[in-house]
């Protein structure tokens, strides 16, 4: 719209097989703003209405805590209310931080997704990254934890 200002789509599909979820998808339009936009440091953030899909399962476990069958529940879906937050600040030409907020608000549940990562290059294509995830959903299915985090060493590559 401007050089701030600018619309957005997003589609996202997930099939993690630890969440307690056979899967999670939405699809949302909106608006965003670039509140920092220079060459070292980038924040903007973004909202609007969507739609999501997703199909709770049952994760039976072993005495060791293998799952060892998953029985699909009933597909929901319901409206959402998107928002995010993306940050991203260089530190020198080598080494920047990158910071990700995701909101998915329905009837069915909230979710929260934030991923932070710090990313240093080796080369002009090639570059490390270590990053901590932490989830959050408001209504987890049975027999799981609201609060769900990741660790990552990542090999990245620069097209």
């Known amino acids: 719209m401007d050089d701030r200002l600018y619309a957005f789509g997003a589609l996202r599909y997930e099939d993690d097989r630890f ?27 973004r909202a609007g209405p969507g739609f999501r899909s ?4 049952v994760l039976i476990k072993d005495a060791s ?12 879906s319901d409206a959402v209310l998107t928002a995010g937050v993306d940050f991203m600040h260089a530190f020198n030409a080598n080494t920047k931080v990158i910071d990700t907020f995701l909101a998915e608000a329905g009837s069915s549940n ?13 080369s002009e294509k090639l570059a ?17 934890k609201e609060l769900d985090t ?4 990542n090999l990245v590559y620069g097209f």
């Open 19 to 45: 969440s307690g979820f056979d899967y999670q998808s939405s699809v949302a339009l909106g608006v965003g703003y670039k509140f920092i936009d220079t060459e070292t440091t980038k924040l903007a953030g």
């Open 54 to 57: 997703l199909r709770q399962e």
């Open 128 to 144: 490390l990254s270590a990053g901590f995830g932490v989830r959050n959903n408001s209504k987890p299915p049975a027999g799981l």
């Open 65 to 76: 805590g293998a799952v060892i069958q998953r029985i699909p529940g009933e597909s929901q």
């Open 150 to 153: 990741t660790t990552t060493l």
């Open 110 to 122: 909230t979710s929260l997704q934030n991923d932070l990562a710090l990313q240093v290059k080796m």
